[in-house]
């Protein structure tokens, strides 16, 4: 009941913008393959600081 009071951590933070990236580069691999790309890339630029953070 008092979860909704809870503040994220920074990585969750981080991992919910992992998997919008991922989902967003998902949707534009079919339409525009070089923002695909891009997405990607940021994506693991993320997961880096997820690595970091563990």
Same mark, same amino acid.
């Given at each position: 009941?008092?979860?909704?009071? +809870?503040?994220? =951590?920074?990585?969750? $933070? !981080?991992?919910? &913008?992992?998997?919008?990236?991922?989902? #967003?580069?998902? +949707?534009?691999? =079919?339409?525009?393959? $070089? !923002?695909?790309? &891009?997405?990607?890339?940021?994506?693991? #630029?993320?997961? +880096?600081?997820?690595?970091?953070?563990?």
């Amino acid at each position: 009941m008092f979860g909704i009071f +809870k503040k994220k =951590t920074e990585k969750e $933070k !981080l991992q919910a &913008q992992y998997e919008s990236l991922l989902k #967003e580069a998902h +949707k534009l691999s =079919t339409s525009n393959r $070089k !923002l695909s790309d &891009q997405k990607v890339f940021e994506a693991e #630029e993320i997961a +880096k600081q997820i690595d970091q953070l563990d």
